[in-house]
């Protein structure tokens, strides 16, 4: 079973910037899609950005040209760097892996941006 396991949320002031990371371990056989999605109160969940294994990448409006996302393959690894944030970019971001026959998510970590 692959383990998902997101760190680096917390608190940051508008305008500032945090770093998100995500490691998966366990059984990897290959996880051809990697992302991060948020959920805010009260809100469906939305995705942020995806990359694939190959590189490619995906953002949502409400993010392109301030958050970049990031993938290290070697290390199973997928960073969200979160710049210029906002009040509206608070909630609870979660990772997301895909293989070819199964999806994966972690618990979650908080972000709040807020003075």
């Known amino acids: 079973q692959v383990q998902l396991v997101e760190s680096g949320g917390g608190l940051v002031q508008p305008g500032g910037s945090l770093r998100l990371s995500c490691a998966a371990s366990?059984?990897?056989?290959?996880?051809?899609?990697m992302g991060w999605y948020r959920q805010a109160p009260g809100k469906q969940r939305e995705l942020v950005a995806i990359?694939?294994?190959?590189?490619?990448?995906n953002y949502a409006d409400s993010v392109k040209g301030r958050f970049t996302i990031a993938r290290d393959n070697a290390k199973n690894t997928v960073y969200l760097q979160m710049n210029s944030a906002k009040p509206e970019d608070t909630a609870v971001y979660y990772c997301?892996?895909?293989?070819?026959?199964?999806?994966?998510w972690g618990k979650g970590t908080l972000v709040t941006v807020s003075s």
């Open positions: 997301n892996g895909r293989t070819p026959v199964q999806v994966y």
């Open positions: 366990g059984t990897i056989f290959s996880i051809d899609v």
């Open positions: 990359i694939t294994s190959g590189g490619r990448i």
